[in-house]
């Protein structure tokens, strides 16, 4: 089989959960041995050839649109569903927030698509998305699509619920590398009051509200990761109303973001939404108790062995974290997430969804 991957212009250059899902279910897929390959949306392609198209990101149908209109080809989406209203209706600031508090989810991403063409030359390159607008949108990727690819049964149930359209669908979990990810045994030497937060740094990752239940508190904490390209100005505030025990190491690479994993007690992700947290999954797996937020598809992959989170309250965060350093790694969690949420396995269950969509077309 030869799968065409199409993703967001800025999948490269502003990372995040979906870039590493990419790359890592392309690496997986290759091993097995189906041949993958990772197109922009904004590139010219060639789509002769590909057997299956693959997208990501449903809330970006701009970026789909027109290559499915294009192509002619059957597709399947990693749909990602995140929600970002609650976010931008209560945390966003200046003249967005005065806009976003009187639009709905749909029309907020709409906006939002908009203004990204235009201040940061991401090119809408279907004038159809521009009549239809996201809701309508949508709405026709996920009636044609050959497949759904949620990471999760919760995911799915509120794409349905949102949009009305009863769809073939198959869980994809996200997932950690476990030749990686792996606890060595050095629980021992753990610092109990090390607190890690691995993220962008952005709005939706709410470090500000962490740093402000962490400032002058017993915990180190230890914010890993960039910036957002678009939130600069968000990263500054973090960094000014930070205390002496908040730290910022950037972005990390493999070993050093290791070696924090295997030292850190807590592993906290107070985000206004997570589909899952692929950080909290990677940070788990090398025996960190995890805070999460509660907002979300999170309780299906951590039920009752993670602390949840408010995070509009800062008593809420700081109240979780307590709680988690106070505890013993969680064995179960650890087995659960080797046992169901690796890219081997992923990427097994995104083969048996190409094969069969395949075979139906043939």
């Known amino acids: 089989m030869r799968i065409l991957f199409i993703s967001r212009s800025t999948l490269f250059t502003n990372t995040g959960g979906d870039t590493v899902q990419i ?44 290559h499915i209109i294009d192509s002619g080809k059957p597709y399947v989406v990693s749909t990602i569903f995140v929600d970002y209203s609650e ?14 508090s009187f639009l709905s989810a749909d029309q907020i991403e709409y906006f ?31 009636s044609n699509a050959a497949c759904l690819l949620p990471n999760s049964e919760n995911e799915y149930k509120r794409l349905l619920q949102r949009y009305g359209i ?21 629980a021992q030497v753990r610092q109990d009051d090390l607190i890690i937060c691995v993220a962008r740094i952005e709005g939706l990752k709410n470090q500000l509200n962490l740093i402000k239940a962490m400032n002058g508190s017993r915990f180190n904490v230890c914010i890993v990761g960039a910036h957002s390209t678009n939130q600069y ?47 909290s999954l990677e940070a788990a797996a090398m025996g960190c108790n ?12 951590f039920e009752d062995m993670a602390w949840y989170c408010d995070p509009q309250s800062p008593d809420s965060i700081s109240s979780a974290i307590e709680k988690a350093a106070a505890s013993p790694a969680n064995e179960e969690l650890i087995k659960k997430i080797f046992n169901h949420y690796t890219w081997k396995i992923a990427a097994k269950k995104t083969a048996v969804a190409y094969e069969e969509i395949v075979k139906r077309s043939s």
């Open 166 to 186: 009863p769809q073939k669908y198959k869980v994809i979990p996200n997932a950690i590398d476990e030749n990686v990810f792996v606890n060595t045994g050095h």
């Open 233 to 279: 100005k968000y990263y500054e505030e973090c960094k000014r109303i930070a205390h002496d025990n908040i730290k910022f190491t950037g972005p990390l690479e493999r070993e050093e973001l290791i070696k924090y994993y295997s030292l850190a007690k807590v592993h906290i992700l107070p985000s206004w939404f997570e589909t899952t947290g692929l950080s």
């Open 290 to 301: 995890i805070v999460i937020t509660d907002k979300g598809d999170t309780r299906e992959y």
């Open 87 to 100: 976010y931008e209706k209560k945390v966003r600031r200046g003249f967005a927030k005065i806009i976003f």
């Open 112 to 142: 939002k698509a908009i203004a990204r063409s235009i201040k940061n030359n991401e090119k809408i390159i279907s004038r159809k998305y521009i009549w239809w607008g996201q809701r309508k949108t949508i709405k026709y990727i996920l």
């Open 23 to 66: 790359i890592k279910t392309a690496e997986y897929l290759r091993t097995s041995g189906v041949s993958v390959d990772i197109r922009l949306t904004n590139e010219k392609i060639d789509y002769r050839g590909y057997d299956l198209i693959h997208f990501f990101n449903i809330i970006r149908p701009a970026d789909i649109l027109q």
